[in-house]
């Protein structure tokens, strides 16, 4: 059996010499071996977010926002933008208020040349229904807002048509003419209350 001779001078035996060599080289082998993965693995990365870019779908360009009124002097100098009004159908007034519009419309007329009494039942409809009687008597006239049984003429007319008769905006013969208010009664005693009250 052969026995190994340790070296105590300090110089290089031959199986030292070719362990070294040999590391040397193993080491070399692993270290290209390693920069050959890390190139399959950067390849590998590169290939797959390639893959993924192709199935995102494409990003639409974020629109830029304004700046801030602060940092933006031409967005003091624009003029503010006008608020848009509303436009709604004025409210229609209560049985009350219509009868007060009457009366103040008819209770000065002077209806002393009328020699008899002419009681006028008006039904005026709309957002609700409200009855009128207008009574021509003793060189008065009298206003309620209620219905008038024993009444010489019937009108059915819309609310905003009494309010426009009220305000003189209403042409009284020719909406007659045309249909435009429902009236049953006396004719003669209409054209009386008409003479005396509207024209």
Do not use: C
Request: aromatic letters at 8%; glycine letters at 4%; zero cysteines.
């Amino acid at each position: 059996m052969a026995t190994k001779k340790t070296n105590t001078t300090g110089t290089k035996t031959p199986v030292a010499e070719a362990v070294k060599t040999e590391a040397v080289k193993a080491a070399a082998e692993v270290k290209a071996d390693a920069a050959k993965a890390v190139k399959a693995v950067e390849k590998f990365a590169e290939k797959t977010v390639e893959k993924v870019a192709e199935k995102a779908p494409a990003k639409k360009p974020v629109a830029k926002k304004p700046a801030p009124a602060a940092k933006n002097p031409a967005a003091k100098k624009a003029a503010p933008a006008k608020k848009e009004v509303k436009k709604t159908a004025p409210e229609q007034p209560d049985k009350f208020a219509l009868a007060d519009m009457v009366r103040a419309k008819f209770a000065k007329k002077d209806v002393t040349k009328v020699n008899e009494k002419i009681a006028i039942e008006i039904k005026a409809y709309g957002d609700k229904e409200y009855y009128i009687y207008i009574l021509i008597d003793d060189g008065k006239v009298t206003v309620e807002p209620w219905g008038y049984i024993d009444n010489d003429v019937h009108i059915d007319m819309p609310i905003d048509d009494v309010v426009a008769v009220v305000n003189g905006k209403y042409d009284f013969v020719a909406k007659a003419l045309s249909g435009d208010f429902y009236a049953i009664g006396s004719v003669t005693k209409l054209l009386k209350a008409y003479e005396a009250l509207i024209k």
